[in-house]
């Protein structure tokens, strides 16, 4: 296991364009630096399980944070660099640490879990909340129902809680021919009926 301890610098960053952005956590501790790359639903995952165990169990609740180092000049060839296929996350509550445990593909085949590990003060933690809002926010805009991301502002989709209906679509007219079949239809029912 790779072991960063309490991180020196921590954040979290976006690339490409919207619709085909990846994402990734970055931290420093000394000269190492570490890049754990992660789907965005993940990191936006991470951000809410930081911002519960605060508010869970820290003692300090309510009490102003510092201001979080910047993780400086990124290396492209970071020490770490994997894709997370596992994500933990403890809180030790002497420290106030938040721990981050990954595992990367390779090491839940091999059984050596967790294969990374570091911490995060609460200063950190409270700083990687507000980031991460911020770098998920700048990509495509979410639908306010289901929270699905939208190919453009305004733009229809399927929404599981319209159940199937959308202003912004109109109801496509039936054709002459397949009018006249309808109608064809209900007089055959109602002579039926008679």
């Keep these: 296991m790779i072991d960063f301890g309490l991180v020196d610098a921590v954040d979290a960053e976006a690339s490409g364009p919207p619709g085909q952005r990846t994402f990734r956590l970055r931290a420093r501790v000394a000269d190492s630096y570490a890049a754990l790359w992660m789907e965005k639903e993940q990191l936006l995952a991470l951000g ?79 700083a990687m909340i507000r980031l991460i809002e911020k770098v998920v926010a700048a990509g495509r805009p979410l639908c306010p129902l289901c929270r699905q991301a939208l190919d453009r502002a305004g733009a229809a989709h399927f929404c599981p809680p319209t159940n199937g209906h959308s202003e912004e679509l109109e109801v496509p007219s039936l054709e002459e021919g397949e009018e006249d079949e309808d109608e064809d239809a209900e007089e055959g029912e109602e002579e039926e009926e008679d």
């Design 48 to 126: 809410r399980s930081f911002s519960q165990l605060l508010a869970e169990r820290s003692r300090q609740r309510g009490r102003p944070v510092g201001e979080a180092l910047p993780v400086g000049n990124f290396p492209d060839r970071p020490d770490v660099d994997f894709r997370i296929a596992r994500l933990g996350l403890d809180f030790d509550a002497d420290s106030e640490h938040l721990i981050i445990l990954a595992d990367d593909g390779s090491a839940l085949e091999r059984g050596d879990s967790p294969a990374f590990r570091m911490a995060l003060d609460r200063t950190q933690a409270i």
